[in-house]
């Protein structure tokens, strides 16, 4: 990595991230093997082996650009922001500020007034849980929760519900791992205050129809959170069209930096919330008598944010927007059909799921071998999967399991790289007998 030398050029977006083209860009079609270039950790070995990252769904590496950028915002940008009257300050701000326009356009959102920046997908969830939740439930309410949801989409809710007398309701999913729409519709009422959904399962994969049963909750007036962590890397998101009332995201999972992550909400909702945090940043005018806050999104930042990974942010939107996200789209799901195949035909493993819409996460557990060791097997040959509850507990419950095994896709993973894992899980199989 070099990093530019101090006063080698004035840091705004466009000389700070220099390099975000990336191989593929929009039109032509996607060449992940280009696209691996980007990714300097790709091309390390592990115990002897070429990497072969299959850990997506827990987070994404890292592109050079990205990397890049944070050596550069450290070498020649790096001021506190919004609060300095002096000249880095004003381009330390200017950057922050570009970042949170960015994320805007990545999500389809109105205004960059409308997003909040986080530490990743469980805080924003938190932040609307003591924030929202505290004004707008009380004894009675009800939260449908599906049952697929990670921890980070259930425990907020729990805590909020018991200090507010309100209730969070499971909705049940079906044998292939989508949730039961029937059953959804039933539990459906008045009382629901709020449905708190993923756009994507870290542990089936399943993508659920948002669209019909966001329109559907309206109908009831319920407010709906979608919980985007692990839809945001997979395909294009659109909150308008969605017409979701929140929606969040970590930019660990999305190519960027960790500890950093956003909340999405309607104008209407995020003035209506009482402050979360208090601290500076976030107020107006401070007084023993009585202080008042600064205006959304702002309210909601207190303290001094991770600036740099803002810009790291801004640069993974600007490298994943150079690319052609429907060629992306149809290359991860051709990647994982063929993965899904070549798995089936592993004796003795069993795939959990099997949602027609989902992304390239496959859940499997190894007859006669924990899960466990099957992880620490693979890892021998430079492969890295994950085993273990994955954080959706109940999830897994609902098939019987306390823990199972994932190898979670990207866009640079290739189909070399599913005979790697299909040959290394054959030999252990062979081995268990
Ligand atoms: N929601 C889903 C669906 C996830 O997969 C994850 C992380 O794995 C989270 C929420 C929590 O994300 P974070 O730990 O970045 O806050």
Not at 241 to 248: M, N, P, Q, R, S
Not at 288 to 297: D, I, L, N
Request: net charge negative; with cysteine; aromatic share 8%.
């Amino acid at each position: 990595m070099t990093t530019p030398e101090v006063g080698s050029r004035v840091p705004s977006a466009d000389t700070l991230l220099t390099g975000t083209t990336s191989p593929g860009a929009v039109g032509a079609p996607f060449d992940a093997e280009a696209v691996r270039h980007d990714f300097p950790v790709l091309h390390r070995p592990v115990n002897g082996h070429p990497l072969v990252w299959l850990d997506n769904g827990a987070t994404t590496q890292k592109p050079r650009q990205v990397i890049e950028a944070l050596g550069a915002y450290y070498g020649v940008a790096n001021s506190n922001i919004h609060r300095g009257a002096h000249t880095m300050a004003r381009e330390a701000t200017a950057l922050f500020e570009e970042s949170r326009t960015a994320v805007a356009a990545f999500l389809g959102a109105p205004s960059p007034e409308e997003i909040v920046f986080t530490r990743g997908t469980t805080e924003a969830i938190n932040l609307v849980a003591q924030s929202w939740g505290r004004d707008n439930l009380g004894p009675g309410d009800e939260i449908l929760v599906p049952v697929l949801e990670h921890h980070s989409n259930i425990v907020p809710w729990q805590l909020i519900a018991k200090e507010r007398g309100a209730r969070v309701v499971p909705v049940p999913l079906l044998a292939d791992g989508t949730i039961d729409q029937d059953a959804y519709a039933d539990l459906l009422s008045y009382r629901t205050q709020l449905v708190a959904v993923s756009h994507a399962s870290n542990v089936l994969g399943t993508v659920p129809p948002l669209r019909e049963m966001i329109a559907l909750a309206h109908r009831y007036s319920a407010t709906v959170l979608v919980d985007g962590a692990q839809a945001v890397a997979h395909f294009p998101v659109d909150v308008q069209e969605l017409d979701a009332d929140f929606y969040v995201f970590s930019g660990h999972k999305l190519f960027a930096p960790t500890g950093i992550g956003a909340l999405y909400g309607k104008p209407e909702l995020l003035a209506g919330m009482r402050p979360w945090q208090g601290g500076g940043n976030m107020i107006e005018s401070v007084d023993f008598g009585e202080t008042t806050y600064a205006p959304v999104p702002h309210r909601f930042e207190a303290g001094t944010g991770h600036i740099a990974g803002v810009v790291g942010l801004l640069s993974a939107l600007k490298w994943l927007g150079a690319l052609d996200r429907d060629a992306v789209v149809a290359y991860e799901t051709a990647l994982m059909d063929y993965a899904q195949q070549a798995l089936s035909a592993v004796p003795g493993l069993e795939l959990l799921g099997s949602a027609p819409e989902r992304i390239a996460v496959l859940t499997f557990t190894l007859a006669g071998v924990d899960p466990s060791t099957v992880a620490e097997w693979l890892d021998r040959d430079g492969i890295a999967i994950r085993a273990g509850h994955h954080c959706a507990q109940p999830a897994l419950r609902h098939f019987g399991l306390e823990s199972a095994a994932r190898a979670s896709f990207a866009l640079y993973n290739t189909p070399e790289e599913v005979d790697t894992l299909v040959s290394s899980l054959s030999r252990l199989r062979q081995q268990a007998g």
